[in-house]
């Protein structure tokens, strides 16, 4: 099973700045197919990004996805106020789906 | 509108049995691969299960493999998941979701996800 660690936990930043959000895989992960999903309190996650670095239909710019193997970044440019959620990793490249424990990025 | 509907979440004694489906509407579900996916109170995301479009590819977390079983009528355009022997730490919010290929429930995103039923297992 590959393992997805996620860091920080949490982030704390201000409406405008730039968010940085690590995924790291225990072991390579196959052919980066590896997601980024958004979830808000009560909603279902919303897929941002597959294949590491592509968006999905919707997802605005200021969203980019980059990485390779076992080390992965979701990269936030300004955060604007509706982005202030919980961010999670998931990785499809084996026949073990598996998700990262989540990173909380909330309002300093 | 692409919409994926849960239901059969229900509060459940510990050991006994339970079926959930999942409606889909606005897309040809025999197009594609389907999971799911769940989430404990308070918790992150589990995958549970996976399930490619023509039932020959499956997949199960180690934690449920042996008790629970995903299948699909795509006639009727609808995803189950027959949950068995069920323990207190099944306890959680299942979503049902889309995957974005057919082929395999592996090696595709998950790009629609439904809003969830709520089991719960508890004497």
């Known amino acids: 099973e590959i393992v997805l660690t996620q860091s920080p936990g949490t982030l704390s930043l201000s409406p405008g700045e730039k968010a940085t959000l690590s995924c790291r895989a225990s072991?390579?992960?196959?052919?980066?197919?590896l997601s980024w999903y958004q979830q808000k309190p009560g909603q279902a996650p919303r897929l941002l990004i597959y294949?590491?670095?592509s968006r999905t239909t919707g997802i605005p710019d200021r969203f980019s996805g980059s990485g390779s193997g076992t080390e992965f970044t979701l990269t936030i440019s300004r955060l604007e106020p509706e982005d202030f959620a919980v961010y999670y990793c998931?990785?499809?490249?084996?026949?073990?789906?598996?998700f990262g424990g989540g990173t909380r990025v909330e309002i300093k | 509108e692409v919409e994926l509907v849960e239901s059969g979440g229900d509060l459940v004694q510990p050991g006994r049995s339970l079926r959930l489906s999942c409606a889909a509407s606005?897309?040809?579900?025999?197009?594609?691969?389907m999971h799911w996916v769940r989430q404990g109170p308070g918790k992150g995301l589990e995958w549970v299960s996976g399930?490619?479009?023509?039932?020959?590819?499956?997949g199960y977390a180690d934690s449920v493999k042996g008790r629970f079983t995903i299948s699909r009528d795509n006639a009727k355009n609808s995803l189950y998941l027959q949950m068995n022997s069920l323990r207190p730490e099944d306890t959680a919010l299942y979503y049902c979701?889309?995957?974005?290929?057919?082929?395999?429930?592996?090696?595709?995103?998950?790009?629609?996800w439904g809003q969830g039923t709520t089991v719960t297992v508890s004497s």
């Open positions: 979701v889309k995957g974005s290929g057919s082929e395999s429930y592996s090696h595709y995103s998950m790009d629609v």
């Open positions: 399930i490619n479009w023509n039932s020959d590819n499956i």
């Open positions: 294949g590491a670095s």
């Open positions: 998931q990785q499809y490249g084996s026949t073990l789906l598996t």
């Open positions: 606005g897309f040809g579900l025999n197009d594609y691969a």
């Open positions: 072991q390579s992960v196959s052919n980066n197919f």
